[in-house]
């Protein structure tokens, strides 16, 4: 079956802009969570959803949000970009039975000019 | 959730045992030790964990101490495909998904 997918894979936006980022979890899976990754802070946890509801969230400011679809599908927003948010953007989906086991998808790396 | 000592890198003859140790002594009675991977510019991949018993998949063996603040990953025959980060994880498996990545353990297969 199909893994975690996310969209877009690679993007480009200048500071003082927003971006959107996408995943889709694994058919049945019903947690998300997303990480960023950086050179200088390695792989850091953002937030979780668990049918639609934000379960956890890391500690990032404000400007960081999301959101989980009936679907499970999931999205994250960054607001008013700043140069420090250039990372790689993973998602993980599990089948919310909190085994630990997650599943990652390739990423969407963010540069911001 | 525990913090994880691990070497920043180790190197591995390929067809070799390569064994990666993961110091987790602060590891409380219901916390799991967990292994990923992330092989570069993709996603971490889970490889196992256990709770007190030695675990075995078709990927690796866990090995963990008797009083369980210590842990070794063994990848029975590495292979240069093996080369990745490793990271060792303690966790609660309570209700979520959350995972404390720490910086991991370098391994190098070389031919």
């Known amino acids: 079956k199909a893994g975690v997918t996310q969209t877009p894979r690679y993007l480009i936006k200048t500071r003082g802009q927003q971006v959107t980022l996408s995943c889709s979890p694994i058919?049945?899976?019903?947690?998300v969570s997303w990480y960023q990754q950086t050179p200088g802070q390695g792989l850091q946890f953002l937030f979780e959803?668990?049918?639609?509801?934000?379960?956890n969230k890391g500690n990032f400011p404000g400007r960081f949000s999301g959101r989980q679809f009936s679907n499970s599908r999931s999205e994250m927003n960054v607001s008013t970009l700043e140069l420090g948010d250039s990372a790689l953007y993973l998602c993980?989906?599990?089948?919310?039975?909190?085994?630990?086991?997650?599943?990652f998808g390739e990423g969407s790396r963010l540069t911001v000019l | 959730d525990a913090k994880t000592t691990q070497p920043p890198s180790m190197d591995c003859a390929e067809g070799r045992a390569a064994n990666l140790p993961c110091n987790h002594s602060?590891?409380?009675?219901?916390?799991?030790v967990y292994w990923y991977r992330q092989i570069h510019s993709q996603g971490p991949q889970y490889i196992i964990h256990?709770?007190?018993n030695n675990e075995t998949n078709e990927m690796a063996s866990l090995i963990i101490t008797e009083d369980r603040k210590s842990s070794t990953l063994i990848l029975p025959h590495a292979t240069l495909r093996d080369t990745a980060v490793y990271y060792c994880?303690?966790?609660?498996?309570?209700?979520?998904?959350?995972?404390?990545f720490g910086t991991g353990t370098r391994l190098q297969v070389f031919p």
């Open positions: 058919s049945g899976h019903r947690s």
């Open positions: 994880i303690v966790r609660v498996a309570y209700n979520t998904d959350k995972l404390i």
């Open positions: 959803y668990f049918s639609e509801t934000q379960r």
């Open positions: 602060t590891i409380s009675g219901n916390e799991y």
């Open positions: 993980a989906s599990s089948g919310g039975q909190n085994t630990g086991e997650l599943f």
């Open positions: 256990g709770l007190k």
